[in-house]
């Protein structure tokens, strides 16, 4: 992983690479008719399938790394926002599962991205408690490292990066046209918490070169409304827009086998296979008609059976338990995974 710097020369490197890329990107817009990007398209999509869906399923361990391996490659796309809730629901879900720890790891990578400190320090400690000598452990702590050094616990900014932040507006200052040395500024002050103002210094960027929005930093940064005004999406602001997209959350996923009694012989097997667990509306509107669909499956892709389970409506910050039963297999033993989807309307 290359660790970020936040000296004048870096933050100046990388500002001239990005304008660069989006001079390019004009360039070939304007040669090729400037084709514009498809209608509506947003970073903050559902990541779990598209639409308002929430799910949570039981895996086994090969299909576990596959789906971590996904969330992987997203985050080396700099999908940082929209790979968070996929992780979450991972440490939530499995947390006993062999390879978890990495699952950990990245988040605190997708959080230290967005500028979500507090939650990437969390992440980053759980990974080095999970594995202190894993494939990561140096890159963990050396972020660990740098994040004290950004934003200490006492909350002020340390005194060499505000001296950089003085430079760099200083540098602005005497010459207002150098985007380079605004998107340096706005690096480091975003670095430094003062979310406001880097905002600002984004905006500024991107009325001037509109093509910046490309650049897979600066999009998880701020958000061009419909007005053509600049939403700045701060670490707290990029979670409620989570929250907001994707409001039904399936939680406490667990299946358990029952139906054996005192007087069955040991050779009984368990007639019925459970499956339980917690929906909670995270948004901050109703949410009607939810509906939780709980699918048993066998090997390969065998449906044994599917129940849909009718909970109505859920108030903002409401949490309901369900619960399925199931008893028509050939034999439970054959049960291999279970499946619950979460729909609703609005």
Do not use: H
């Amino acid at each position: 992983m290359r660790r970020p710097s936040f000296s004048a020369r870096a933050l100046r490197g990388r500002a001239l690479n990005v304008l660069t890329a989006a001079g390019v990107v004009c360039f070939l817009g304007w040669s090729g008719g400037c084709a514009s990007s498809r209608s509506g398209e947003t970073a903050y999509i559902s990541p779990m399938g598209g639409g308002p869906v929430s799910e949570a399923r039981a895996m086994d361990e090969t299909a576990f790394n596959r789906a971590l391996t996904q969330a992987e490659n997203r985050v080396k796309a700099g999908e940082y926002s929209m790979v968070i809730p996929r992780l979450e629901q991972f440490t939530r879900q499995y947390p006993s599962m062999p390879g978890i720890a990495k699952a950990y790891y990245l988040l605190g990578v997708c959080y230290y991205r967005i500028g979500g400190y507090s939650a990437a320090r969390d992440a980053l400690a759980k990974y080095l408690e999970l594995d202190p000598e894993g494939s990561y452990a140096t890159e963990a702590q050396d972020t660990l490292d740098r994040m004290n050094r950004i934003t200490p616990d006492t909350g002020k900014i340390p005194e060499e990066l505000a001296k950089e932040i003085d430079r760099c507006r200083e540098s602005v200052r005497a010459n207002p046209e150098d985007m380079g040395a605004r998107m340096a500024l706005a690096e480091v002050l975003w670095n430094a918490g003062q979310y406001e103002e880097a905002g600002r210094e984004y905006a500024t960027l991107l009325n001037r070169w509109p093509y910046l929005m490309n650049d897979t930093v600066i999009r998880t940064r701020v958000k061009k409304e419909a007005d053509g005004s600049f939403r700045v999406l701060t670490p707290e602001e990029s979670e409620k827009i989570r929250r907001q997209d994707n409001p039904l959350v399936l939680y406490n996923i667990a299946s358990f086998r029952s139906g054996r009694f005192e007087n069955w012989s040991q050779s009984a097997r368990e007639r019925y296979y459970n499956v339980t667990g917690k929906a909670v509306n995270q948004g901050d509107k109703p949410l009607e008609d939810v509906r939780i669909t709980v699918t048993i499956y066998g090997f390969g892709q065998l449906v044994y059976d599917t129940q849909t389970i009718n909970m109505g409506t859920l108030a903002p910050g409401e949490t309901r338990a369900f619960s399925a039963q199931f008893s028509r297999f050939d034999d439970i033993n054959n049960v291999t995974r279970y499946e619950c989807t979460g729909t609703f309307r609005r």
